[in-house]
């Protein structure tokens, strides 16, 4: 049995994405600098999938950046952006609860000489607006927040933020890894100067995302080499991935969220019913269509987790990235819990794979090791 | 020669090469086979570089203008993708 619940961490990718993956790999060689036959057409699946993208999201082809992934991405925009604006100001805000490559990127910049500035979250992992304004004094000269959270899955008012940026002139970036395809993102009214996107966390390859840069704005690259990506991030590109990604894009429905949401509701009502004293962690509305983040009423996540993965149910404690950490999440005690409420956080995350057959002999085995801690 | 009227019109003006002509072909192949696209592309490299790579995917360059330091291309959709 295999009951894959961690789609927050990475997913499946599609048949349609292996596809093109291995068409491009066999008959797709050719370096899309080359003007050779072969070249021109790996150029084609390049911009086939750049086309695909900025369709998705409402922008123009040469809006997108194609990056390693998220991480280089997110990177790219925060240092890119702010190092190039020295000069306006020092002051960079960021949320409490951005995903590590945000955070550390931030950090980085402190040493560069400019000030990262953590913004609070409320219980439910929200940043409100208020608190960005509040934030926003003299020498900001950007702000990042991303759209949905990878632990708790909470939507975060990115429109209204984005809106109050732009009103003084203050740069907005949005790290939208978890949420696109699954959260409409129309960068006509989502006024964000940058937005990070990736293939994985939507059924696409690992190894590829990408960055959107809005028309007019400034980016020191990260890599100098070759120029390609229109001078903002050199290095060859990763054809076959950079085709698994649009693949990808295109294979994803936006009607999938509701039926992943009403599985995920189902699951929770399923857990609440058969674990006295569980609590849901984050939002009971506005939270992302696949995401649960749910605490344990006593005990150890880290337990439950490994009988889960020996019964052949995967799942994790938090993010992907910080999850091997044996620290609390920091988006957890952001949100106000203790660090022992924290090691009882248990995330699990559903995709448009997921059955409900899965869902409910996830809840079954849940239901058993979490009964386990308490006894 | 008459000058064909063209049905479509691609602006690649300031596309770095050779994403340029992968648009080209991009477009032309969502075009009915002998349709008229117009292409606008920058002199140098890619007025140089454009034309051949879409000749090779049998498509026909049948005019090129220069009109305001721009090129302004006909081509006429050979079928090919």
């Given at each position: 049995?295999?009951?894959y ?24 060689y ?18 086939r ?15 997108l ?134 293939a ?12 959107f840069?809005?028309?007019g704005?400034g ?80 005990g ?73 801690e308490?006894? | ?25 991009l ?13 606008i ?22 005019f ?6 721009r ?11």
């Amino acid at each position: 049995m295999h009951i894959y619940l961690d789609n927050a961490a990475t997913t499946r990718p599609d048949p349609a994405v292996l596809r093109a993956m291995s068409r491009c790999a066999e008959h797709c060689y050719g370096n899309p600098a080359s003007w050779h036959r072969l070249g021109v057409q790996a150029a084609a699946e390049v911009e086939r999938a750049r086309q695909t993208l900025a369709q998705a999201l409402h922008a123009e082809p040469d809006e997108l950046v194609f990056t390693s992934g998220g991480t280089e991405a997110n990177n790219l925009a925060l240092k890119g952006a702010a190092w190039l604006r020295r000069g306006r100001g020092r002051r960079v805000v960021v949320s409490a609860v951005e995903h590590p490559s945000v955070l550390a990127a931030a950090r980085s910049l402190e040493a560069w000489g400019l000030r990262a500035v953590v913004a609070g979250v409320d219980r439910e992992g929200r940043i409100e607006p208020a608190t960005v304004r509040r934030a926003l004094t003299r020498g900001t000269v950007l702000v990042s927040v991303m759209h949905a959270n990878n632990e708790v899955g909470t939507i975060e008012p990115v429109e209204e933020i984005a809106r109050l940026c732009r009103a003084r002139g203050i740069l907005f970036h949005c790290d939208a890894c978890q949420s696109f395809t699954k959260v409409p993102i129309d960068l006509r009214r989502l006024r964000a100067d940058l937005l990070t996107v990736n293939a994985h966390k939507l059924h696409g390859p690992k190894g590829v995302g990408a960055l959107f840069v809005r028309r007019g704005t400034g980016l020191a690259p990260l890599l100098d080499g070759g120029g390609h990506e229109g001078g903002r991030r050199s290095g060859t590109p990763n054809v076959p991935a950079i085709a698994g990604f649009g693949a990808a894009v295109e294979a994803a429905d936006p009607r999938d969220a509701a039926s992943v949401g009403r599985l995920r509701d189902r699951l929770l009502r399923s857990l609440l019913r058969a674990v006295p004293g569980l609590r849901l962690n984050g939002p009971a509305r506005d939270r992302l269509c696949g995401h649960l983040h749910v605490m344990l009423p006593q005990g150890d996540a880290r337990t439950v987790l490994r009988k889960l993965s020996a019964a052949g149910v995967y799942a994790s404690s938090g993010s992907a990235c910080a999850s091997g950490r044996p620290e609390p999440s920091h988006v957890l005690t952001a949100m106000g819990l203790s660090p022992g409420e924290a090691s009882r956080g248990l995330r699990l995350t559903l995709s448009k794979h997921t059955t409900r057959a899965e869902v409910n002999a996830a809840a079954r085995l849940i239901a058993r090791f979490a009964a386990e801690e308490s006894s | 020669m008459n000058r064909p009227k063209a049905e479509e019109t691609l602006d690649l003006a300031g596309v770095p090469c050779p994403a340029n002509a992968a648009r080209a072909i991009l477009k032309l192949a969502g075009m009915a086979p002998g349709a008229v696209l117009a292409l606008i592309v920058d002199d140098g490299e890619p007025v140089r570089n454009v034309p051949p790579a879409l000749e090779e995917q049998g498509h026909s360059v049948l005019f090129r203008t220069l009109e305001g330091g721009r090129w302004r291309l006909l081509v006429r959709n050979g079928g090919a993708s």
